[in-house]
């Protein structure tokens, strides 16, 4: 029978249970289950919300060093045909976070074994795929309390092969904001079009017009992402649609162009609102600051890396990826880095299959790295 590394065989326990964003109740217990079965003494855990907050005492701490990972699954229904899909129907962890959960459970074990000088502090951290955990986390009591001095934090790459970590100094991840477009017109019957404002082909327009925001109104040497992920609307073929949603996101590399962004989604709107005589309202949603990686901390972690015979290091462009983990990087000094996991399908997809083999490397290296700090 195969030999299961007991952090595969955990990521293989969560990958079961994904939850949305502030409904991880599952996943705090199997959290908290396997870390009060470590039966530390040196350990303090606090719940925050569906998340925790664990510290694991150093033996004469001069600083805390501080690890998170996110711990929220997606609304997509799992396609990977693996042995342990997920348990919850239109749910999957396709981006990953089974394996930052396990990941970091891996280096809490190593510690809770090996002690440090200094202090660790662990977060698991809910809602990063929305509305947006780090934030409220950040502002929490506790951590205020134990406000790390260093934050650290990966996230799995699927185009990049096992063995691979990628990161730089300076801007990692792109802005983010949501984006969800409200409709409303007049419905009516579908032979009789004159009577109505028929929001399908006003949404439909939207999309397009939308999509000239990027290739006329972004400096072609600059770079910015509008998708429509999702539409609605109408009820039935022979219907016009009284009402249409879009539901998408905006991505940026800088806070100043998500500005002009959203000022010239604004006018496109207004401009629909004549055009078809309709209603539109404009939510956008929960909104993440791009993730800054500090200069002093990600070169002595490049260095570090460049000296690991099994880690081959890539210096990788800006993704237009987003994480929250920007608002912790915003208050406190670290970095987060790709971890190459080598899958076929891509982040977000039904097919995600990601190399478990990343899983314990990426355990060795970082306790090896913590030791250095
Ligand atoms: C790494 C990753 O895939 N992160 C998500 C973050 C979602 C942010 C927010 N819900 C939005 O869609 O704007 C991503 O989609 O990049």
């Known amino acids: 029978m195969e030999q299961l590394s007991p952090f595969v065989s955990i990521r293989r326990q969560l990958h079961r249970i994904p939850e949305l964003g502030f409904q991880e109740f599952k996943t705090q217990q199997f959290l908290l289950q396997y870390i009060e079965s ?15 907050f664990v510290k694991l005492k150093g033996t004469n701490p001069t600083k805390i060093i501080g690890y998170r990972a996110d711990i929220d699954g997606l609304p997509i229904t799992e396609e ?64 205020k309390m134990w406000k790390p001095d260093i934050m650290m934090g990966l996230h799995i790459a699927p185009e990049y092969k096992v063995g691979q970590i990628a990161t730089k100094e300076g801007l990692l991840f792109a802005n983010t904001s949501e984006l969800t477009i409200d409709l409303k017109g007049k419905g009516g019957h579908a032979a009789y079009p004159h009577q109505t404002k028929d929001m399908v082909v006003a949404a439909s327009m939207l999309v397009t017009q939308l999509q000239t925001i990027i290739s006329r109104n972004i400096n072609p ?21 009284e009402k249409a949603r879009l539901e998408g996101t905006i991505r940026t590399l800088s806070v100043a162009e998500m500005e002009s962004v959203k000022n010239r989604i604004e006018a496109l709107v207004e401009g629909l609102k004549i055009g078809f005589e309709c209603e539109a309202t404009i939510d956008y949603g929960s909104m993440y600051h791009q993730v800054f990686n500090d200069e002093q901390s990600t070169r002595r972690f490049i260095d570090f890396l460049e000296k690991q015979t099994d880690i081959e290091y890539i210096r990788c462009q800006e993704a237009m990826t987003g994480e929250d983990f920007g608002y912790l ?45």
């Not at 899983?359 to 913590?370: E, G, N, Q, V």
């Open 38 to 52: 470590l039966s530390i003494d040196r350990i303090e855990i606090k719940k925050w919300r569906t998340g925790l």
């Open 221 to 241: 040497l600059e770079s910015a992402v509008i998708t429509i992920g999702k539409i609605t609307g109408g009820t039935v073929q022979n219907i016009i649609a």
């Open 80 to 143: 990977t045909g693996l042995s342990f899909p997920s348990e919850h129907p239109g749910q999957m962890h396709a981006c990953g976070h089974d394996f930052h959960m396990s990941i970091a459970l891996g280096i809490l074990t190593y510690f809770s074994q090996n002690p440090i000088k200094d202090d660790l502090l662990f977060l698991f951290q809910p809602a990063e795929e929305g509305p947006g955990g780090a934030k409220p986390m950040l502002e929490s009591n506790s951590m």
């Open 329 to 373: 990087l915003e208050e406190i000094p670290g970095f987060m880095f790709w971890l190459g996991v080598d899958s076929e399908y891509g982040l977000h997809h039904a097919k995600l299959d990601p190399n478990e083999e990343a899983i314990d490397l990426a355990i060795t290296t970082m306790t090896k790295y913590i030791q250095t700090l």
